[in-house]
């Protein structure tokens, strides 16, 4: 049975081949390994589950029966009752391996783990008058059910140590106590409530928030057993872009009804005028604000020219700070107000049978968009926190959501993206925050192509080793920069671009963002056709 689910399930193996190669040692295994076992969840579709005839079908079968193949081998599920049994089977050595499981410091005691192949965002579902949520710590008072043994039971634990979580068997307990009233919400993937949603519960539920947190899932392995892991570590990275999307279409389906709502449609398009009303007021306020703190500051920053150089330093980061604030302070409420209404349609047009790619296209649309705002402000203001926090992430990946931020305009002004990307390169520190300075750099480079109406416009990225360090290439054809112009490009309110509102301030914000969290350098140079911007990044890097 197909889903309808208004999400993309992003993997993250997008530079993966098809072929698998083992070692001798691996081979001389699986020669006496004969058969594996393998434990999974027995009812979370459409990712996994038993079917009345005990077979293993979903997501992961369809990925497991790829692996079979490749392997030409024997892979036995062992049938549970629930998922808890499945991870006590696991504790037990019953099962060489779990299909789709999520990393933790407590499985970690007895598993080991493949990196991820499905990344699924986590959702809350509620009565249908809740109003919209994005932050679990504003209903960690409220009891939340969760199914036991999911591994979101014990991240969520660590995060939020006073969340109220009641344990259920499965999602289905999980949302009838929900529709009961005893309990307020049910966590889970968007996938599997929006699976069930269809076929129970319609018109006395609904998803009412989708959080920054994600399940990430791939094969838990036991961890006596390194030789194995290896090997479908070999698996997941052989599965490539096709394979994932044949696999998602299969499970994951639009269906369209032959008839069309006018009335709703009508609905719908005083909703987006009002939205388009309510964006437009606000974007007068912030220009309007952003106008007089620039003034200001510009003020100060005069004032201030004849103190020691150090002094005038950090002025300038405090008073950039404020006026983040305050555009942050203005933002935040239209942009919840924004989620609402999406959601709010997205109900609409469930509750109605209304099924119109289009409108769903652009409800993801919108969403994406507000969420990645609100991100925006949040990484900006952490920016000048000195208790931000590292994590590790894909180069690659941080890139990919870049262009895929500015998929509309770069689509709409038929510019040529031209990736050059010979390998995954890992890094810790602060992504949002290098993201931030690619989007900066793209826009620049998307508005020189539009000002000087290139034929052919083209960018390109790529990414280059040095000794212990790693440059981000982003290039275009737009001509390059003036000679008188190019040593000032990253001084403060310096622009070239008055008359279309620049400010100035986005390549100077980029080189205090790469200079203080990246301890790198940027700079840029003109080629034959255009500019070069070079982000060269130090610090705790790993090639893989």
Known sequence: MKSKIYIILLSINLFANNAITLNSEEQAYLKNKK???????????????????SKHIGMSADYFNMFREKFNLKIDVIQTKNWAESIQFAKDRKCDIMSLVMQTPERKKYLNFTTPYLKIPLVIATKIDIAFIDNISLIQDKQLAIPKGYAFIEILKTKYPNINIVEV??????LQKVEDGKVFGYIGTLGSISYILQTSFEGNLKITGKFYENWELGIGVRNDDTILLNIFQKAVDSISLENQQDIIYRWISLEHKRYFDYNLFINFIFVVAFIFLILSYRYYLIKKLHKEITIKFKQELKKSQEKDKMLFHQNKLASMGEMLENIAHQWRQPLSIINSSVLNIDAELLRKEIKNSFIEDKLLEIESLTQYMSTTIDDFKNFFDDNKIKTSFYLEDTISKSLYILDGVISFNNINIIIDLHKKHKYFGYENELQQV??????NAIDALNAKEITSPTIKIDITNLENSIVISISDNAGGIALENIDKVFEQYFTTKYQ???????????????EKSFNGEISVKNSDVGAIFLIKIEEEITDE
């Open 35 to 53: 058969t594996i076992t393998m434990c999974i969840d027995p009812n979370w579709m459409p990712y996994e589950k038993f079917d009345e005839n």
């Open 169 to 174: 068997e499965n999602i289905e307990e999980g």
């Open 438 to 443: 690619i989007l900066i750099i793209l826009n």
């Open 500 to 514: 279309k509102n620049g400010t100035g301030l986005g390549l100077s914000i980029s080189k205090i963002i790469i």
